[in-house]
């Protein structure tokens, strides 16, 4: 029997997952948002919806598979390299998503002063951080990188005879950070800045591919707002 290619060593065996096609739904739920008509896209549980789906499909998917602690990437033997690594891509990614946010932004002419009336703005300080940034970065990484993803790459798998194309799922990738950045409440809450969340969306994912340990993307994710909320909280008053 040939070794299986390093990379996809850690993937429990895709002909024994049930469901991965689920993740199919949050991504078409998100397309038809932006074919509903304006007065239906400002309706609060309508913007939800596409989260709302992929954790009613994560739970589907969870209850009718078997290993989904490693096909998540959550393995206790992943955490101490999850802290570690999790916590420098979090730094970098916070300060140079602070710098985007604070600087180039304004200087193309944005206003970002109106995050200081966004939910998380008004939000008293020791609410948002640590508690609410990193329960929001367990969840979004366990819809967006752990299901949607690892089942998009699952599906994509069976399309290509490359390991080298199975490791990087290039397709699932692109559809992963595009529905995470184009999310009806990231779009509705953050405007034009949610730009920044397709570029996080493509590193974490690309983080999550290379070495199936989504606690590194969670901590990352979390370090990351928490830095950058901070300094731009301060900076806007």
Not at 163 to 186: E, K, V
Not at 199 to 213: F, P, V
Not at 224 to 237: D, F, L, N, P, T
């Amino acid at each position: 029997m040939t070794a299986p290619e390093p990379g996809l060593r850690a993937t429990p065996t895709q002909a024994k997952e049930w469901g991965a096609a689920q993740a199919l739904l949050p991504v078409a739920a998100t397309l038809g948002y932006y074919a509903l008509p304006p007065s239906l896209q400002e309706q609060t549980l309508v913007q939800f919806a596409p989260q709302t789906g992929a954790y009613l499909a994560l739970g589907f998917w969870a209850a009718r598979n078997r290993d989904i602690v490693s096909r998540l990437g959550l393995e206790n033997g992943k955490i101490r390299d999850g802290l570690r690594w999790g916590l420098l891509i979090g730094l970098v990614l916070g300060c140079l998503n602070t710098f985007v946010i604070l600087s180039v932004y304004p200087h193309l002419g944005y206003d970002i002063s109106f995050l200081k009336t966004t939910p998380h703005g008004r939000l008293p300080f020791l609410v948002m951080v640590p508690w609410f940034i990193c329960g929001i970065a367990i969840l979004v990484e366990l819809n967006f990188r752990g299901f949607l993803l690892g089942r998009l790459a699952a599906l994509e798998s069976r399309l290509w005879k490359s390991g080298l194309a199975q490791r990087h799922s290039p397709l699932a990738l692109i559809t992963c950070a595009l529905t995470f950045a184009f999310d009806p409440f990231m779009v509705n809450t953050f405007q034009h800045l949610h730009w920044i969340a397709l570029w996080d969306g493509l590193i974490w994912g690309i983080i999550w591919l290379r070495t199936r340990n989504l606690y590194i993307t969670i901590v990352a994710h979390a370090v990351e707002v928490i830095a950058m909320y901070s300094a731009v909280r301060a900076a806007i008053g």
